[in-house]
T-cell receptor, first 117, second 112 residues
């Protein structure tokens, strides 16, 4: 079984500052993928960034980076230079690696980020 | 290139009724997964369809059923609706051999 824990129900950040959203996970799978999604009020889940458990380097996508610490089972999302449009719910998710045939995503409870001007 | 399309966007049903939600996957995707997202919570996996068969199922009762058509589109059916079935239902599509998932905007179901 897999479990994702997001301990920050809500976060505030000033525009143009960086913010870190926490995510810890638990799994018995030897290899897995970790995802971060953004969900604005419209409801759509927007993919932000992906990290494979055996990737040597931390993933980066523009202003998003993933601080992956495998030994600590953490996969924190760092957003640099926050923008007002970053205000949304953020979900951490994981799934077993592709070749197991099981590709269901397990989500955390989410963090609501509010960017203040 | 169209993403994932879900219909309807909103729906109100009465307790005990049945409902069908529809999903068209992103072009080139062959796998469809359905998720239920209650208010204030993360999405919960319902089931996944590939090659017109249910491949994996989450912890949901048999009242939840689905179907995948030859064109990869999918339906989610819920029978004997309960008030607790009120939620946002998200469809996600993916393709074999790739890790990415594309989500639709969801169907917001309200059971009264």
């Amino acid at each position: 079984a897999q479990k994702i824990t997001q301990t920050q129900p809500g976060m505030f950040v000033q525009e143009k500052e960086a913010v870190t959203l926490d995510c810890t996970y638990d799994t018995s799978d030897p290899s897995y993928g970790l995802f971060w999604y953004k969900q604005p009020s419209s409801g759509e889940m927007i993919f932000l960034i992906y990290q494979g458990s055996y990737d040597q380097q931390n993933a980066t996508e523009g202003r998003y980076s993933l601080n992956f610490q495998k030994a600590r089972k953490s996969a924190n999302l760092v957003i640099s230079a926050s923008q007002l449009g970053d205000s949304a719910m953020y979900f951490c998710a994981m799934r077993p690696k592709m070749d197991t045939g099981r590709r269901a995503l397990t989500f955390g409870s989410g963090t609501r980020l509010q960017v203040q001007p | 290139d169209a993403g994932v399309t879900q219909s309807p966007t909103h729906l109100i049903k009465t307790r005990g009724q049945q409902v069908t939600l529809r999903c068209s996957p992103k072009s080139g995707h062959d796998t469809v997964s359905w998720y239920q997202q209650a208010l204030g919570q993360g999405p919960q996996f319902i089931f996944q369809y590939y090659e017109e068969e249910e491949r994996q199922r989450g912890n949901f009762p048999d009242r939840f059923s689905g179907h995948q058509f030859p064109n990869y589109s999918s339906e989610l059916n819920v029978n004997a609706l309960l008030l607790g079935d009120s939620a946002l239902y998200l469809c996600a599509s993916s393709s074999t051999g790739h890790y990415g998932y594309t989500f639709g905007s969801g169907t917001r179901l309200t059971v009264v």
